[in-house]
């Protein structure tokens, strides 16, 4: 059998951040930025994977259980073959043009693209939507399970349902993903994604911490999940830290819907106004920001943006801001000046428009 290569997007989140295993809501939307997997079938059950990205290979099987970046490949591959499909022995090569560690999903941008190959290898109907959630379900057992890493699914939901034009409304709670039309480019705006090269890891504790104490949370208040949880209801629980974390998931999810409706109605400086105030959230309840991510937003903001937030697990990463599309130079080089001013680390800007889902590139 040829090989087949396929690609899959980064994603920025919108909005609704650590809502996800939170049975909240969020509002990602696919990056034009994407990793390209080829692979190749081989004879036996072994793995053998290069990256344009990385010195070393690695070759094995998936039970000697790789670190790294292999394991992301190695756990879609396991993931596949729990769920019964008969996914080969593969030469793999990858390579990316999502930034790494930059809060970007740069890892469900790998693991869809190993499974869309994969998919293709073993007869799957890409064009069926119930293939692409059941992928997408692999991927997020794979880095949940395999990886180690305790994130939700909006990343590999996302990257696997994706519409160009669109942010994707994800609903956790019953499952629900609705396409959003964002027309930022008639209303003259466009998305400012500002990486701030604080490099995060969600293996490393401080995502894990958060979910834990989301879930201690919830235990306090006795419902399911915080996505259950009223805001009056927040008084009651003891311990401060647990009620600052509920009331930004409880709140987050509020903003969602409003910045929903503020797309819906095109009111822009609406929507702008729900992410500075999730930003606030995050950085003052869910204490995930840090100093790079708060110049970034302010910083963006005194330059012209109409709102800006972090965006993704946090600790690091990235900033998104919607901004004017004839002010979008001025605020990349106000952010520039005044991380080069504060002795920081140059960040990355990247102007970014709704992308597209995983895709088949070539291949059976």
């Given at each position: 059998?040829?090989a087949?290569v396929a ?8 909005i ?6 939170n049975?909240?809501?969020?509002l ?5 930025q994407?990793?390209?997997v ?7 059950l072994?793995?053998?994977?290069t990256?344009?990205?990385e ?5 094995g ?10 394991a992301?490949v190695?756990?879609v ?6 769920d019964?499909h ?8 990858v390579?990316?043009?999502?930034p ?5 999903s ?7 693209a190993?499974a869309?190959?994969?998919a ?8 069926d939507?119930?293939?692409r959630r ?9 880095e949940?399970?395999y990886v180690g890493?305790?994130t ?6 996302v990257?696997?349902l994706a519409?160009?034009g669109?942010a994707?409304?994800l609903d ?5 993903a ?6 930022l480019?008639?209303a003259g ?7 701030t ?7 490393d504790g401080?995502y894990?911490?958060r979910r834990?104490e989301?879930?201690?949370a ?5 419902v399911?999940?915080?996505r259950?949880?009223s805001l ?6 003891a311990d ?15 903003r969602?819907l ?6 819906g ?9 729900v992410?500075?105030a999730?930003?606030?959230s ?5 204490e995930i ?9 302010e910083t963006a ?9 972090m ?9 998104v801001a919607l901004?004017?599309?004839?002010l979008?130079s001025?605020v990349?080089?106000s952010?520039?000046g ?9 960040p990355a800007?990247?102007?970014v428009?709704?992308g597209?889902?995983?895709?088949l590139?070539?291949?059976?």
């Amino acid at each position: 059998m040829p090989a087949v290569v396929a690609s899959a997007p980064g994603r920025v989140n919108l909005i609704g951040e650590h809502t996800d295993y939170n049975g909240g809501l969020c509002l990602p939307v696919a990056l034009p930025q994407r990793t390209t997997v080829t692979l190749a079938p081989r004879d036996d059950l072994t793995l053998r994977l290069t990256s344009a990205q990385e010195d070393q290979t690695w070759e094995g099987r998936v039970e000697d259980h790789p670190g790294g970046w292999a394991a992301y490949v190695a756990g879609v591959v396991q993931a596949m073959r729990d769920d019964g499909h008969a996914a080969p022995g593969l030469d793999a090569s990858v390579d990316s043009e999502v930034p790494v560690g930059a809060g970007l999903s740069s890892s469900a941008a790998l693991e869809c693209a190993v499974a869309t190959g994969v998919a293709a290898l073993v007869d799957l109907d890409l064009a069926d939507r119930r293939v692409r959630r059941g992928l997408a379900q692999a991927c997020i057992r794979a880095e949940n399970e395999y990886v180690g890493a305790p994130t939700g699914g909006m990343d590999q939901t996302v990257a696997m349902l994706a519409e160009p034009g669109h942010a994707l409304l994800l609903d956790f709670a019953d499952g629900s993903a609705t396409p959003v039309e964002l027309p930022l480019d008639g209303a003259g705006l466009v998305l400012l994604v500002i990486d701030t090269r604080v490099s995060h890891a969600l293996t490393d504790g401080g995502y894990g911490n958060r979910r834990q104490e989301c879930a201690e949370a919830a235990g306090a208040l006795g419902v399911r999940s915080l996505r259950d949880a009223s805001l009056s209801s927040l008084r009651s629980i003891a311990d401060p830290v647990l009620r600052r974390r509920a009331r930004h998931v409880v709140t987050e999810n509020l903003r969602v819907l409003s910045a929903v409706g503020a797309i819906g109605d095109r009111s822009w400086e609406a929507l702008a106004a729900v992410l500075d105030a999730s930003h606030v959230s995050m950085r003052d309840d869910f204490e995930i920001s840090c100093r790079e991510l708060d110049l970034a937003v302010e910083t963006a903001r005194t330059a012209g943006a109409l709102g800006a937030r972090m965006t993704g697990g946090g600790f690091g990463g990235s900033a998104v801001a919607l901004v004017p599309r004839q002010l979008s130079s001025a605020v990349q080089d106000s952010v520039l000046g005044a991380f080069r001013d504060a002795g920081l680390t140059q960040p990355a800007c990247y102007v970014v428009t709704p992308g597209e889902a995983a895709r088949l590139e070539s291949g059976p």
